[in-house]
């Protein structure tokens, strides 16, 4: 899902003089309170930055070479009241036609993220009634303990499941509750604890980086750049392919090496591992039910994926062409009422009951509460930079620097400036809804797609996301795997460097081809 800030600390241990030393290590905060700050921040920077606009085209970007000045409506007590509605504005501010001001009573098009804001919490009750019913789980654990014999295959089967998981829906944080399964069954097949580790963590991450249609990456991204989720799929899905091609056989590689020579382990053998290899217990097998529930899920993110593509565009070529009499077409409102509906569907054929159904779609929402809320404040930071016209003073900034710049360069430019600020932001949402404002319209300046900003910019923080200590998925995931996280990064740098130097080349394939 959704990465985000930070996980949770370990209890700190009291010394016999009743201190307690470890609490006074620094933490770093959540994607909330950043942004919290990052809004505060902004305001006060907007009595200094001068306001200034751009006169916009039908489609309503930005023209080029039009910037002119233009004072900004209010006094400090207006501004101050601008803050305090920001996130009301960020969730349903409708942009007045007249005014060009982002207000929560305003008439005009909706300018706040409401749409995303229910979608995420659709998307979140889903997939919360599809774990209740066991069924994912239990595929998982059938698929592994199928393979238990086989150690490459075993390992590109998950990696690649988990992968796929990632892609589609952003597949991370419920990576940690495979540890118990997958470090025993690798420990058995003579691998040690870090085969296991990099099975999980970069087979779902890897999924996340080349993110196709995860509504939590693409999806948020796409709607804060103003483009399709379908738009520049194919680019995605090859960098996904050969991404996790890659991947797999980095892990299997080392892997090999170690099973040849297990004195090559970067972390060794516990006491007690073998004794651990043999509690890999065969799992029960899946039901009538749980088929028919992975059945259904796949249908519904197929139907996602064939809903969101601009099919008369893509077979065409054409990006003016008219859509198709059968083609969906579909946005954020009609993804949220597919999942809404997929929920419930999902729960009545595995007979979860009234009772545990409603009671998992609640939960499912209630969990997804703080992305949702990340979505919202970073879309308040865009209204504050609006409503104080400093918006367009800061494109204007840089358009002399863009413009001109070859594409190919703009585009890996693109994937490096966001790489400090998705460690900054782990949340891909909150990152995407921050940053895709200012990016999106600066690809109409260099000739490029704003669809390739958006694959530049998802792969920056999946890339990020793989590594960086303020992510659940990997603090977690070591602590779990007993790897230790410093020797985690000893064996996944290799890795980085290799997809950084891939991503840049598919960001500026993209941007090469238009």
């Known amino acids: 899902m959704d990465q985000q800030a930070g996980a949770e600390p370990p209890e700190p241990t009291e010394r016999p003089d009743g201190e307690h030393p470890e609490r006074r290590r620094f933490v770093f905060p959540s994607a909330l309170t950043v942004l919290a700050a990052v809004t505060l921040i902004v305001w006060a920077l907007a009595f200094v930055i001068p306001s200034g606009a751009y006169d916009r085209g039908p489609d309503g970007d ?11 409506p209010g006094d400090f007590g207006h501004r101050l009241g ?15 036609a007249a005014s060009g001001e982002v207000t929560p009573d305003g008439v005009g098009a909706l300018y706040g993220s409401a749409a995303v804001f229910l ?6 009750a889903f997939i919360t009634v599809v774990f209740a019913t066991g069924a994912l789980d239990r595929g998982i654990e059938r698929l592994a303990h199928r393979l238990r014999e086989r150690g ?70 796409s709607s804060a750049a103003g483009v399709s989720l379908g738009d520049g799929i194919a680019l995605r899905f090859a960098m996904w392919l050969v991404l996790t091609g890659v991947t797999i056989g980095y892990v299997v590689r080392y892997a090999h090496r170690v099973r040849a020579d297990p ?24 039901t009538g039910l749980h088929k028919a529930v992975l059945v259904l899920v796949a249908l519904v993110f197929a139907f996602m994926i064939f809903s969101v593509i601009p099919w008369s565009s893509a077979l065409t070529g054409r990006a003016d062409a008219e859509p198709y009499a059968w083609e969906p077409g579909w946005s954020f409102a009609q993804l949220a009422a597919l999942f809404i509906g997929a929920a419930l569907l999902v729960g009545l054929v595995a007979r979860l009951g009234e009772q545990r159904l409603s ?18 404040l970073a879309r308040g930071v865009t209204v504050i930079m609006t409503n104080a016209k400093v918006l367009d003073t800061v494109l204007h900034a840089v358009e002399d620097v863009v ?10 430019l693109v994937y490096i ?13 909150g990152h995407a809804t921050l940053a895709m404002p200012i990016l999106a319209p600066l690809a109409e300046f260099a000739g490029v797609s704003r669809a390739v900003v958006v694959t530049a910019w998802q792969s920056a923080s999946g890339w990020m996301n793989l590594w960086v200590p303020t992510t659940a998925v990997v603090v977690g995931g070591v602590s779990l795997a007993k790897v230790g996280y410093d020797r985690y990064l000893r064996f996944v740098w290799p890795l980085l460097a290799i997809l950084a130097v891939l991503i840049c080349g598919f960001v500026a394939l993209g941007a090469a081809v238009g």
């Open 119 to 124: 979608f995420v919490l659709a998307i979140g």
């Open 263 to 286: 004195a090559r382990s970067l972390v060794g053998f516990r006491e007690g591992d073998r004794e651990l290899a043999e509690q890999a217990l065969e799992p029960p097998e899946l």
């Open 152 to 221: 490459a295959l075993l390992i590109a089967g998950i990696m690649t499941v988990f992968s796929l998981l990632g892609t589609v829906e952003g597949f991370a944080e419920e990576t940690l509750g495979f540890y118990g399964l997958l470090v025993p069954l690798m420990l058995a097949l003579g691998y040690d604890r870090m085969v296991a580790t990099g099975t999980i963590i970069l087979g779902a991450g890897v999924g996340v980086l080349a993110s196709t249609v995860n509504p939590f990456a693409t999806g948020v991204a």
């Open 417 to 429: 400036v966001n790489l400090p600020l998705a460690f900054l932001i782990p949340s891909t949402s």
């Open 82 to 96: 601008q803050l305090f509605l920001a996130p009301v504005n960020g969730l349903y501010g409708v942009r007045d």
């Open 62 to 72: 930005p023209v080029q070479g039009t910037y002119h000045r233009e004072a900004a």
């Open 359 to 376: 009671a998992a779609v609640v939960r499912g929402a209630a969990d997804f509460i703080a992305p949702a809320l990340v979505i919202v």
């Open 403 to 412: 413009t001109g710049t070859p594409p190919v360069v703009f585009a890996i």
